[in-house]
């Protein structure tokens, strides 16, 4: 096992939450854990520390890293410009079958248990309905954005009080689409990612 394979399975596991916000990961116990020197792990919490992933606290430990508040306030503004203005965008060359696969993934949502899965399946979702935007840079911001709130999905299980508010503001956004309102679509859009993003990186933030 080398840094980039160390890196990889840190940064999967910050992601899907398994290490949580405020975890403190020591050197000495990730090269016991990887069978490795110190060095790749030192090198793989380095790249970790440098895109954000982590925090160095005033003890100089390393620790799993969470939004506070403004933090969190302005990644939800920021999704939410980029991600009504693609499906604004979108909503005038959207099709039926278009329309047919959102709803497809949402019902495949509704029942998903694990959490990879969830968040493929809803990034699907959002890019059949963003899909006919027409700018290819916008969704590709967009896509990098929803990366950042990745750790929603392990706390969205099935059975879940957040599952079926998941499942019934996508129907919101999908139907407004389906009448081509426009402005209920944007409003829809708006709502959820306020509910499911905002409180998740409060949550965590007070970790």
Do not use: W
């Not at 990887?34 to 160095?56: I, M, T, Y």
């Amino acid at each position: 096992m080398d840094t980039n394979d160390v890196l990889s399975t840190l940064r999967r596991e910050i992601e899907d939450g398994s290490l949580p916000p405020g975890a403190v990961l020591k050197q000495e116990a990730l090269a016991e854990r990887f069978k490795v020197s110190r060095q790749p792990v030192r090198q793989a919490l380095d790249r970790l520390l440098e895109s954000g992933l982590l925090d160095r606290r005033p003890d100089r430990s390393l620790a799993v890293a969470g939004l506070d508040a403004d933090q969190a306030r302005d990644l939800v503004e920021v999704r939410s410009l980029l991600e009504c203005a693609a499906l604004r965008n979108a909503i005038a060359s959207m099709t039926e079958s278009d329309l047919r696969k959102a709803r497809r993934l949402n019902e495949d949502l509704l029942e998903e248990d694990e959490p990879a899965i969830l968040e493929e399946l809803d990034l699907a979702f959002h890019r059949a309905l963003y899909g006919r935007a027409g700018n290819a840079r916008l969704l590709g911001m967009i896509d990098d954005l929803r990366r950042e709130s990745r750790r929603a999905y392990s706390r969205q299980p099935k059975g879940s009080a957040e599952r079926p508010t998941l499942y019934d503001d996508h129907n919101a956004i999908i139907e407004a689409c389906a009448r081509g309102d426009v402005a209920a679509a944007s409003d829809a859009l708006d709502r959820h990612l306020r509910l499911t993003t905002a409180p998740l990186v409060m949550k965590e933030s007070q970790t």
